[in-house]
């Protein structure tokens, strides 16, 4: 079999180009950045769709060989296949949770690298009050609440958090964020009045299953 170009909108020093395809890799061969590009981080076997069901749209990344990972990267550690400001989108489900604290610094920095700015992420994460969170043997502490994005803003950090940036720690952060937040709610929560949710969502073990995280790129 005739070995992958590496195309030319990728320009990672890290994670490694397989000698077979891993994914309908054609199109962004073909793309040169002409058309946004889109990136399913930590995608897994199951790498997201459009709104009309079409995967050709993402490129998914993840460490692992699955199906429909079209580039192999710890994403942790390694350089991100990507060019500053490239990316338009990401999405990236259930995966964060699986990192260190200072691989999350690392993860963030990339994802605020790679980004246009104005460039968007839709994160989904296990809340930290729901079982989801620490059921998984490979899930790192500490799981993800609210706060974990405050430090994701520049100026936030400057003001209350200094010594988690990378001017003070040299693992730290430098990515810059706003950051907004949704809850997938447990479905007994969901009939109780818009009052009895806020309620549950604040003071209740369970109540809240997932945190559905808007990232933009400042």
Request: glycine residues 8%.
């Amino acid at each position: 079999m005739e070995k992958l170009k590496v195309p030319k909108n990728l320009d990672g020093v890290s994670g490694v180009w397989p000698s077979e395809p891993l994914g309908p890799l054609g199109d962004i061969e073909k793309n040169n950045q002409q058309t946004p590009l889109k990136l399913d981080l930590g995608c897994g076997p199951n790498k997201h769709k459009g709104p009309k069901g079409d995967e050709t749209d993402w490129i998914g990344l993840d460490k692992l060989k699955f199906d429909g990972v079209d580039w192999c990267c710890d994403l942790g550690s390694q350089r991100w296949p990507c060019a500053n400001d490239s990316i338009a989108m990401a999405h990236s489900s259930h995966f964060v949770e699986h990192l260190t604290p200072v691989e999350r610094c690392y993860f963030f920095n990339e994802l605020w690298r790679v980004l246009v700015p104005g460039g968007k992420c839709l994160m989904i994460t296990p809340h930290w009050a729901s079982c989801r969170a620490y059921g998984d043997p490979t899930h790192q502490w500490p799981p993800i609440g609210e706060m974990f994005f405050y430090y994701l803003g520049q100026k936030w950090r400057d003001e209350n958090a200094p010594h988690s940036d990378v001017k003070h720690w040299k693992q730290g952060y430098a990515c810059d964020f706003d950051a907004s937040w949704g809850y997938n709610v447990h479905p007994l929560i969901v009939q109780k009045s818009p009052e009895a949710q806020q309620f549950a969502i604040q003071f209740y073990k369970e109540a809240v299953q997932d945190l559905h995280t808007t990232l933009i790129k400042r």
